[in-house]
């Protein structure tokens, strides 16, 4: 049973496209995969044959779909894997890649940027940070869109240039005193804005994972908040979970500031 699409502020074929495009990267529709035909789309989403072609053409644009040409089915388009370079096995383990086509570009730095107490969730906030915009790619596509805050006193201590050569959160096992001590990091989904979709070389409402990390000192100095935004097509997680096998359902429960359930 599928909904009929209504009118309303988004036009019917960028709703239907937004479906179509989350049933290809939500792996629904595999690679080479035929679509349904027009008139069975039709007929699911209750739009017309020229709503149907309009999603198609958005999605054949973005490089999910080929369309053969009148009169031939319109199939998914091969896939890039999803990046191992996202693979994330603990809060304050870095996402390091030595894959030879990886490619950090630093977009900005701005240094003594002061951060109210309101931008954590954890720790206590350094007397100031040095600001840093990245873009990182992989077979020179951007996967992951990132604005990181350092404490001023580590970034002093940083080589020349080391910014735009490597990822920042390793530089802090070497630089930090006193020493990374705990960390966590939050995740959603969300659907990328203009400035994300520019940035990512990817499409405007597409979804994307947004992460926000913390990592404290041994005085529980907030030293480290990154605020990452990364493609949904080239993004994954993998846990151990082992926290979850130890410890009962109720002891990792923990709750935020407004009562709800958070997990760790």
């Given at each position: 049973?599928?909904e009929r699409?209504?009118?309303?502020?988004?036009?019917?074929?960028g709703?239907?496209?937004s479906?179509?495009?989350?049933?290809?990267?939500?792996g629904?529709?595999?690679?080479?995969?035929?679509?349904p035909?027009?008139?069975e789309l039709c007929e699911?989403?209750?739009?017309s044959?020229?709503t149907?072609?309009?999603?198609?053409q958005v999605l054949a644009?973005e490089g999910?779909?080929i369309?053969g040409g009148?009169?031939?089915?319109?199939?998914?388009a091969?896939?890039?894997?999803?990046?191992?370079?996202?693979?994330?096995?603990?809060?304050i383990?870095?996402?390091v890649?030595?894959e030879a086509?990886?490619?950090i570009?630093l977009l900005?730095?701005l240094d003594?940027?002061?951060?109210?107490?309101q931008?954590?969730?954890?720790?206590?906030?350094?007397?100031?940070?040095?600001m840093?915009?990245?873009?990182?790619?992989?077979?020179?596509l951007?996967?992951?869109?990132?604005?990181?805050?350092?404490a001023?006193s580590?970034?002093?201590?940083f080589?020349?240039?080391?910014?735009?050569r490597?990822?920042?959160a390793?530089?802090?096992?070497?630089?930090?005193?006193?020493?990374?001590?705990s960390?966590?990091?939050?995740i959603?989904?969300?659907?990328?804005?203009?400035?994300?979709?520019r940035?990512?070389?990817?499409?405007m409402?597409?979804?994307?994972?947004?992460?926000?990390?913390?990592?404290?000192n041994?005085?529980d100095?907030?030293?480290?908040?990154g605020h990452f935004?990364?493609?949904?097509?080239?993004f994954?997680?993998e846990?151990e979970?082992?926290?979850?096998?130890?410890?009962?359902?109720?002891g990792?429960?923990?709750?935020?500031?407004?009562?709800?359930?958070i997990?760790p």
């Amino acid at each position: 049973m599928f909904e009929r699409l209504k009118a309303g502020p988004t036009a019917l074929y960028g709703q239907l496209a937004s479906i179509m495009r989350s049933q290809i990267l939500g792996g629904s529709w595999g690679p080479e995969t035929n679509l349904p035909t027009i008139e069975e789309l039709c007929e699911r989403y209750g739009v017309s044959r020229i709503t149907v072609r309009q999603a198609i053409q958005v999605l054949a644009d973005e490089g999910l779909l080929i369309s053969g040409g009148r009169g031939k089915r319109v199939t998914v388009a091969p896939q890039p894997p999803i990046s191992t370079t996202e693979t994330f096995q603990s809060t304050i383990d870095s996402i390091v890649s030595n894959e030879a086509d990886h490619e950090i570009v630093l977009l900005e730095r701005l240094d003594g940027v002061v951060l109210s107490p309101q931008a954590f969730f954890m720790g206590t906030p350094a007397p100031a940070y040095a600001m840093f915009k990245k873009i990182h790619k992989s077979d020179g596509l951007p996967y992951g869109a990132m604005t990181i805050y350092i404490a001023q006193s580590i970034v002093d201590q940083f080589p020349k240039g080391i910014e735009a050569r490597e990822e920042l959160a390793p530089l802090l096992t070497t630089y930090a005193k006193p020493k990374v001590a705990s960390g966590r990091e939050r995740i959603i989904v969300a659907a990328a804005d203009y400035d994300e979709a520019r940035l990512l070389e990817y499409p405007m409402a597409a979804p994307v994972a947004k992460i926000t990390r913390i990592m404290c000192n041994t005085k529980d100095v907030a030293v480290y908040i990154g605020h990452f935004t990364y493609r949904g097509d080239r993004f994954g997680i993998e846990r151990e979970p082992a926290a979850y096998v130890k410890r009962s359902w109720n002891g990792l429960r923990t709750f935020d500031n407004v009562g709800r359930h958070i997990l760790p």
